[in-house]
């Protein structure tokens, strides 16, 4: 199973306490209107929006929020409006796929929807996701429904930590800070998976699992690569991804390999006495990643270089 979407995550895992502290603020009218949620990528920072959307929408409906088990019920009309994308009062944005921004249109996209007038109640929610890829242009079309939001309106931006956000809109929102514990990274991906992780994957690889998210698209890389996790080392990993390309291929790969190369590489710095060698290596081999990036250039060169050099020594 994957969580790359989070809308149909019908359970929420290890963010009671926020939940509720949420809940409380919504029952007592002290919810801000312009809520951002930072933490890392992957730990469920929309899919805590998502499941609090469906607690706001839902609450006085057949097939109501279960609070107790922080689970939407999937008959509940909010939900499948939602996954169908046609609910009326909800408007979200995401990062559209190979684009390195959002984009101006988007923002028009949402101030129409801001505009119109609410159909099932009175609540009107904006969901953006990735809010760090908001260029200066599509900030600055929202500032207008930003500093003055319709009533009843509730805006939330999702944001990767590790990414700034214009501060023209981080001032404007009140921030919550969200993450996981490294139990509560394990515990997350086996409820979502249904397994044990550690009976798939060996420690090495667990320990440098930062989010949720990651482990699991590693698990699921594994299962489809037909890569066992709990012999293959880390460089013996690697070696097989550079030698048979799937670097281009994988999705999970497209989007992570050069993380696995710098968690490579931290692990190197662990055990090694020469943590200045290590650390210049890393640099330099991500410096000419940057480049072939930059300039949308094959990186198989660079990979095999740092193959030869790191990997084979």
């Known amino acids: 199973m994957s969580i790359s979407d989070s809308k149909k995550q019908t ?12 809940i409380d603020m919504f029952s007592n009218n002290k919810l801000p209107n312009k809520i951002l949620i930072k933490g890392k990528k992957g730990i469920g920072k929309c899919t805590f929006a998502y499941h609090f959307i469906n607690y706001i929408f839902s609450k006085n409906e057949k097939n109501s929020y279960d609070i107790n088990n922080l689970k939407i019920n999937e008959k509940n009309k909010n939900y499948i409006l939602l996954n169908e994308s046609v609910h009326p009062n909800i408007f979200i944005i995401d990062l559209e796929e190979k684009k390195k921004s959002i984009d101006i249109e988007s ?7 801001n505009n119109k007038s609410s159909l099932i109640n009175n609540n009107k929610i904006i969901l953006i996701n990735d809010s760090e890829f908001l260029n200066l242009n599509s900030a600055n079309a929202l500032l207008k429904i930003i500093e003055e939001p319709n009533e009843n309106t509730l805006i939330i ?12 809109l981080s001032s404007r929102f009140i921030s919550f800070n969200f993450k996981l514990n490294f139990d509560q990274v394990l515990d997350t991906a086996n409820k979502i998976l249904n397994i044990d992780i550690k009976d798939f994957i ?9 989010t949720p998210e990651f482990l699991i698209n590693l698990y699921n890389f594994s299962r489809e690569e037909k890569i066992n996790l709990k012999e293959t080392r880390f460089r013996e990993l690697i070696s097989i991804i550079i030698e048979k390309s799937l670097f281009k291929k994988n999705i999970f790969l497209i989007n992570n390999f ?5 968690l490579y590489f931290n692990k190197l710095i662990k055990i090694n006495t020469d943590k200045e060698y290590i650390y210049n290596s890393y640099n330099e081999v991500m410096r000419n990643i940057n480049i072939a990036n930059k300039y949308n250039l094959d990186k198989e060169n660079v990979y095999n270089e740092f193959k030869t050099k790191f990997l084979n020594a």
């Open 258 to 262: 050069n993380l696995l190369i710098e």
């Open 107 to 113: 923002s028009r996209e949402i101030i129409k929807f």
């Open 202 to 210: 060996s420690t090495e690889y667990l320990y440098y699992s930062l």
């Open 157 to 168: 931006l999702i944001q990767d930590s590790s990414k700034n956000i214009l501060e023209t």
């Open 11 to 22: 359970h929420l895992y290890n963010y009671k306490n926020e939940f509720n502290y949420f």
